[in-house]
């Protein structure tokens, strides 16, 4: 009920000035297009000071949906706020015919903090949209992104006060301008202030660093003495800020746990080494302090008891959720029908395989794996290339009863779904993990 019920909340929110406008007027006598600028301004403004309530991390919010999905809503709604504000002056311009305020230098100092407004929306929407290809590092993109943020909310505050003639004048619409910046700028102190210094104050320690295969892994974590692990389904996923003696920078990434809640006391994440940051891995040590802020995410089999049967399909570190869940299922004796596709580059790749070879001897899960490399070695026997309609078909004895829990990279991802669609897989049996977030 209750992920119904918030988007529609949403929307009245977004909608809600429009209908104080409405319902207490004034009316004026600007034509359409002019009215229409003023209310794309509106719900523009409501729609960027929604983003920091969406990106708060808040697990009120997060749970009915998931952070992957949270976060893919909070950039489409970006795109949608930016795209209202950047037609703002345009539409007021062409429905009052006048066009000084697009093309005139001179202009009061209210109206250049509007333009440098939409200056600093359109670079964010650019940087946001573009950051892989722009070559623009995640740390630097995400501080940008928090500083031009705050600063275009409290600078569309000032402008729109400003310059509003009656709309703003209107006494219920100045409580909802006012209290809408006072809860987003408290979400934004919250999320980057208050929850960082809470975590300082309780890091976790790093008891152990295994190297799983060559360039993967796993670090261990144990909470304070004086605090209980945190609670987490198996699947889920944390952030952390690894404290370490060498010269790293202490930077705020999201790992999948890959232990299962069954173990006591600890809590462990394999990584793969993929990037700056994460080829530093290899270097934490042993009591190393880490903050952790967890957990997050909704791709866990215990949060659909009604899965029996599994088809887990995996490419690469995307093993991690996965093997989460089978060692949970492991630990509970269960005796669920389980399926795993491992999509790798060569047998060196292959992380877990024997815990996961042991699994298959154990029969709890009743587990089957099917690995497939797209550059094997000599005298590999098992499947080869990439998981295509061949192999899924050659595996998977009936599409209809099965869940499938899928956790890979895009293009194999959106490869995947192209095939189960093509079987006829529907998208209730289908449980994704968009690790980018």
Known sequence: MTAIIYPVIYILIVLSPLALIFINGPFTDHGYLYEMGKAFALMGFVIVGMQFILS??????????????????????????????????????????????????????????????????????????????????????????????????????????????????????QILWTGLLVVALSFYVHHKFMIPAKLQKQRYTITDVRQEV?????????????????????????????????????????????????????????????????????????????????????????????????????GGI????????????????SKFDALLIYANHSEEDIVFRKELDDMVAEGSPKLNIVHVLDHPGEGWEGETGFVDQTKLTKHIDNFKDKAFYICCPPAMRKMVLKLLKKQGVSTSQIRVEIFSL
């Open 56 to 173: 708060s991390r808040r697990k009120w919010i997060e749970r009915p949906y998931g952070l992957d999905m949270i976060f893919s809503f909070h950039k489409a709604m970006a795109v949608l706020g930016g795209i209202l504000i950047l037609l703002h002056p345009v539409l007021l311009s062409l429905g009052s015919g006048n066009f000084k305020l697009l093309t005139s230098l001179s202009l009061p100092w209210y109206i250049w903090l509007g333009k440098f407004g939409l200056f600093l929306i359109l670079i964010q929407i650019i940087i946001s949209l573009f950051r892989i290809k722009l070559k623009f590092g995640f740390e630097k993109w995400r501080l940008s992104h928090n500083i031009i943020g705050g600063i275009f909310l409290v600078g569309a505050f000032a402008h729109s006060i400003i310059t509003s003639h009656a709309d703003l004048k209107l006494g219920s619409l």
């Open 214 to 314: 060559h360039n993967v892994w796993t670090l261990e974590m144990s909470p304070p003495e004086d605090h209980n692990r945190y609670h987490y389904y198996p699947g889920q996923f944390h952030f952390i800020k690894l404290h370490r003696e060498v010269a790293v920078p202490d930077e705020e990434h999201h790992f999948t746990v890959s232990s299962s809640p069954t173990q006591p006391g600890v809590v462990t994440s394999s990584i793969k080494e993929s990037g700056d940051y994460t080829s530093t891995i290899r270097h934490t040590k042993k009591g190393d302090t880490v903050s952790v802020e967890a957990p997050f995410g909704r791709f866990s089999h215990v949060l659909h008891p009604e899965d029996k049967k599994f088809v887990f399909i995996a």
């Open 318 to 333: 995307g093993i991690t959720p996965i093997m989460s869940m089978l060692r949970y299922m492991r630990d509970n004796k």
